[in-house]
C-alpha cells in the first residue's frame, strides 16, 4: 500500500530496535521480504546506526506494517506485528534512559499500581522526546490510556480496523515487565487510520486473572 512521503520520524536507535524485533519474528530473509513488499530501500543490508538522530520516516514505518498484512493476510499479519512489538520492548527499547533504575529491587518493592504508573509514564516520555511520535498518558477510573498523535504505525493507512498493532504489543510487554510478569488487557479502540483524530490504546488497570 503507498502511503504519503512523511516528514516525521523515528530515531535510527528506535528504528534499530524495530528492525532487531522483525528479524527475531520474521527472520532475517522475513524482514528483508517485508521491507521490498513496502519499497523501503533504507537499511536493507545493514542495521541502522545506535544514536538518536533522525531515522526512518513515519510513510516508511506506516509501508511495512501494511506490509505484514499483505504478505501474511490481515489476521496472520497483525498477529506478526503484536508479537514483534514484545520483542521490540523486551529487546532494546527498554534499555532506554528512562527506565533506567526499573530493575532496581526498590522499583520492584513498590506496589504495582505504582510501578504500573511509572513505567507507563516512562513509555510517553521516550516516545515524546526521541522522536516525532507524541505520546501522553491519560487515565479514567478503571483503565490507563496512551494517546499517540501522529502514529508511525498508522501514518497515511486507511483502514476498516485499527493499525497499531506493533506499538500494542510493545505496551504489552512493557505492562509484563513494569508489573513483575503479570498480563494486561491492552487494545486499540481509536485509530488515526480508521479516521480518529488520535490512536488510543487503552490498558486496564486490572491484570489479568
Not at 530501500?41 to 510513510?59: H, S, V, Y
Not at 509501508?63 to 504478505?71: F, T, W
Not at 523486551?90 to 504508573?117: E, I, K
Request: with cysteine; net charge neutral.
Amino acid at each position: 500500500m503507498a502511503v504519503p512521503d512523511g516528514r516525521l520520524h523515528y530515531p535510527n536507535r528506535f528504528t534499530r530496535h524495530w528492525w532487531d524485533a522483525l528479524a527475531e519474528v520474521l527472520g532475517e530473509a522475513g524482514r528483508t521480504t517485508a521491507l521490498v513488499q513496502a519499497h523501503v530501500r533504507a537499511f536493507r543490508d545493514q542495521l541502522p546506526p545506535d544514536d538518536l538522530e533522525p531515522g526512518l520516516d513515519f510513510a516508511a514505518l506506516a509501508a511495512i506494517n501494511a506490509a505484514l498484512d499483505s504478505l501474511y493476510g490481515e489476521r496472520g499479519g497483525r498477529g506478526m506485528a503484536l508479537r514483534a512489538g514484545r520483542a521490540w520492548f523486551s529487546g532494546g527499547m527498554r534499555t532506554f534512559g528512562a527506565f533506567n533504575g526499573m530493575s532496581d529491587p526498590a522499583f520492584r518493592a513498590l506496589n504495582l499500581d505504582r510501578r504500573v504508573r511509572i513505567g507507563l509514564a516512562a513509555l510517553a516520555e521516550v516516545f515524546t522526546r526521541f522522536s516525532d511520535q507524541g505520546t501522553r498518558l491519560d487515565e479514567s477510573a478503571q483503565t490507563f490510556i496512551l494517546r499517540i498523535d501522529p502514529s508511525p504505525m498508522a501514518w497515511g493507512l486507511r483502514a476498516q480496523r485499527p493499525t497499531c498493532q506493533p506499538l500494542v504489543g510493545l505496551v504489552q510487554e512493557g505492562m509484563r515487565w513494569f508489573s513483575n510478569g503479570r498480563d494486561y488487557s491492552v487494545r486499540e479502540t481509536h485509530c488515526q487510520a480508521v479516521g480518529h483524530e488520535a490512536c488510543l490504546i487503552v490498558i486496564s488497570k486490572q491484570p489479568l486473572p
